[in-house]
């Protein structure tokens, strides 16, 4: 069965502080993986694509790495703000025509001051 | 670039009654998807349109649930009669094509409250 599963469900840092997500998937074939951010009352809206050959991927603060043969993948925000707060969503991309995403259940994550 | 948008942005209605949910997406975008978000999880698809023809719509409740996309362009989701776990936050998005690699842009969503 195709799924997602992300950890932890939720997390409160401080300000300024590092966190590090992560997501575990059994997508089988596997065409990429997405990190999503989540603002409350937003749209999802893409942070990082990365394909199968590729192992990290950087967007500002946020770096995603993929390890394709343990099927793990982690999203570390570095230097956090208040404005990080929100759902971080893991989605892996099942390699066919259709472009079908498989959504993990999202880490929400609070940065509070 | 104007992104998805999507009406309305909040509705509450009594179960049984029928509701419709109306998406424009990105202009010459021809991929459309409903998404359904129930809260704490992940968007769930119920369809994906290519132009206007179906794709995929394995996980919509055809019983009650309808989409249509007649020009290709906009789309309209309807549920008919409702029932109190369709509450959820209901997404649109698109995206060029349909391809893996191909980023989804996300609408704000329209937040449905079943009473």
């Known amino acids: 069965k195709n799924q997602v599963e992300q950890s932890p469900q939720s997390l409160i840092i401080l300000e300024g502080k590092n966190c590090t997500l992560q997501c575990n998937y059994t997508v089988s074939p596997f065409s990429n993986l997405r990190w999503y951010k989540q603002d409350t009352g937003r749209g999802p809206v893409s942070l990082t694509i990365?394909?199968?050959?590729?192992n990290t991927k950087s967007n500002g603060r946020y770096t995603a790495t993929l390890d394709a043969d343990t099927k793990q993948s982690s999203l570390h925000i570095t230097a956090s703000q208040l404005s990080d707060s929100a759902s971080y969503i893991c989605?892996?991309?099942?390699?066919?025509?259709?472009?079908?995403?498989?959504f993990g259940q999202g880490t929400t994550l609070q940065v509070k001051p | 670039e104007a992104g998805v948008a999507q009406s309305p942005r909040y509705k509450i209605i009594e179960k049984r009654q029928s509701v419709a949910f109306w998406c424009n997406p990105i202009?010459?975008?021809?991929?459309l998807y409903w998404y359904q978000q129930i809260l704490g999880q992940g968007p769930k698809l119920l369809i994906q349109f290519q132009n206007n023809g179906v794709v995929d719509d394995s996980q919509l409740p055809k019983d009650r649930f309808s989409a249509e996309r007649l020009k290709g362009v906009d789309s309209t989701l309807k549920i008919q009669p409702a029932k109190l776990e369709d509450s959820a936050v209901y997404l649109c998005?698109?995206?060029?094509?349909?391809?893996?690699?191909?980023?989804?842009?996300f609408g704000p969503g329209t937040r449905l409250l079943v009473l």
């Open positions: 998005a698109s995206s060029s094509g349909q391809r893996t690699q191909e980023t989804q842009y």
């Open positions: 202009s010459g975008h021809a991929t």
């Open positions: 989605v892996v991309s099942h390699s066919s025509n259709t472009g079908k995403l498989i």
């Open positions: 990365m394909t199968f050959s590729e």
